[in-house]
């Protein structure tokens, strides 16, 4: 299995909502990672985890919160998002060592649209 | 620190033509050099990579790009192009002492029938 997924594909919420994306896979990966793009701009990184542990945090404003409840599974929580939040959110996953680490593999994203 | 500059931020160009992405790097540091695909509404598919050894890479669909360290460039290329190459892509480089990606600004391209 050479995937990553995400759930939902699609996500609507207002301003006060509370709601989580998802992304699993089971290639093995011991790090993640979560991405924001706008449209027409390359992937912007949020977080980083290694091994379950938050090795970078790129000063991501408090109403996103990350998860690594497993080595298979990274969640992203939201909460009292602002409509300029809204975006393709991607999660990668890669190899933890060095070089492998080096290669991401991408899931096919979550369209969040903040209302 | 790193950087990756795309210098083509649209690139139309006729079915069956040829095309070239450029992509240049800086770096004072080892680089692993990435090519990734992104379609209208999905996530980002890796095209090719240099991770080492040989310095032109291959990829499955007829693309292929050359390391070039001297020129720090990694120029994506395609001898003739179709309709279902019309998608945006993103050059990135990786550096042996982290596991951040850096990306270019992304270029695209639309092949017009």
């Known amino acids: 299995d050479t995937e990553v997924t995400q759930t939902p594909k699609h996500l609507v919420m207002g301003m006060t909502n509370k709601k989580s994306l998802k992304c699993e896979q089971h290639?093995?990966?011991?790090?993640m990672y979560w991405y924001k793009q706008k449209a027409k701009k390359p992937p912007e990184l949020m977080f980083v985890y290694s091994y379950e542990k938050l090795s970078i945090n790129e000063s991501v404003p408090s109403r996103f919160s990350p998860e690594c409840p497993n080595s298979s599974l990274l969640n992203l929580h939201l909460h009292a998002l602002q409509p300029e939040d809204s975006a393709l959110y991607l999660c990668a996953s890669s190899q933890a060592r060095p070089p492998s680490y080096n290669e991401q593999f991408f899931g096919p994203g979550t369209r969040l649209t903040v209302l | 620190a790193q950087s990756v500059t795309q210098l083509d931020s649209q690139v139309p160009v006729f079915e069956e033509a040829p095309v070239e992405l450029r992509c240049n790097y800086s770096?004072?540091?080892?680089?692993?050099l990435f090519w990734y695909v992104q379609y209208p509404n999905q996530g980002l598919q890796l095209l090719l990579k240099?991770?080492?050894?040989?310095?032109l890479v291959e990829s499955i669909n007829g693309f292929e790009a050359e390391f070039n360290k001297s020129q720090t460039s990694f120029h994506l290329r395609k001898p003739s192009v179709h309709i279902s190459d019309t998608a945006e892509y993103f050059c990135a480089v990786s550096v042996n002492t982290g596991n951040q990606f850096y990306f270019g600004t992304g270029t695209s391209l639309t092949v017009i029938p």
């Open positions: 290639m093995g990966h011991r790090a």
């Open positions: 240099y991770l080492s050894g040989s310095t």
């Open positions: 770096s004072s540091v080892s680089v692993y």
